[in-house]
T-cell receptor
Framework: DSGVTQTPKHLITATGQRVTLRCSPR?????VYWYQQSLDQGLQFLIQ???????AKGNILERFSAQQFPDLHSELNLSSLELGDSALYFC?????????????FGPGTRLTVT | AQSVAQPEDQVNVAEGNPLTVKCTYS??????LFWYVQYPNRGLQFLLK??????LVKGSYGFEAEFNKSQTSFHLKKPSALVSDSALYFC?????????????FGRGTSLIVHP
């Protein structure tokens, strides 16, 4: 158990809908990362927050947004969902924003868009 | 732009034999290099990292990795494979110069250890 929690574990929704994925980092970790994992694209970095502020942005679609709250939990919002958004979404956390720190991954949310 | 290559989609090895999972990287500055493992239906788990110092890094579950600057490689190794090592392995790189905060992962290598 990494100490990172993600909810929900599974999510099934229809095209055009909006969903929110939630992540609670390990106690004391200030950085949160979001990733999308699919068979064809592999593990894609979406976005990183450090202590409430956006630190880095990867291949995140404009339909997706995220934020980190004062209690350090984070939410990833996915809107106008398409079939291609079906994937595993992982949250990870690290102790600081320092690049040398390893990340601890949550169990993931499996999103299925029908 | 930084990148990571894991040239083998799959590695097959017999239990008890040594294993190697390959990783090469490209960054502008000095690299921070990481190996993670993913078991089925689980998130990635940190195995080991190279930041600076000794080129041979030891990590969890008996794994080690050797940093080779001239070959820009960071191959994962284990002297004697176990069936329970069967999983998906990811190499990742970050640029220590801070030019980019983006972590870059390889596409993963599926390790299959046969009994």
């Amino acid at each position: 158990d990494s100490g990172v929690t993600q909810t929900p574990k599974h999510l099934i929704t229809a095209t055009g809908q909006r969903v929110t994925l939630r992540c609670s980092p390990r106690s004391g970790d200030l950085s949160v990362y979001w990733y999308q994992q699919s068979l064809d694209q592999g593990l894609q970095f979406l976005i990183q927050y450090y202590n409430g502020e956006e630190r880095a942005k990867g291949n995140i679609l404009e339909r997706f947004s995220a934020q980190q709250f004062p209690d350090l939990h984070s939410e990833l919002n996915l809107s106008s969902l398409e079939l291609g958004d079906s994937a595993l979404y992982f949250c990870a956390s690290s102790e600081s924003g320092d690049l040398s720190y390893e990340q601890y991954f949550g169990p993931g949310t499996r999103l299925t868009v029908t | 732009a930084q990148s990571v290559a894991q040239p083998e989609d799959q590695v097959n090895v017999a239990e008890g034999n040594p294993l190697t999972v390959k990783c090469t990287y490209s960054v502008s500055g000095n690299p921070y290099l990481f190996w993670y493992v993913q078991y089925p239906n689980r998130g990635l788990q940190f195995l080991l990292k190279y930041i600076t110092g000794d080129n041979l890094v030891k990590g969890s579950y008996g794994f080690e990795a050797e940093f080779n600057k001239s070959q820009t490689s960071f191959h994962l190794k284990k002297p004697s494979a176990l069936v329970s090592d069967s999983a998906l392995y990811f190499c990742a790189v970050r640029d220590s110069s801070g030019g980019s905060y983006i972590p870059t992962f390889g596409r993963g290598t599926s390790l299959i250890v046969h009994p």
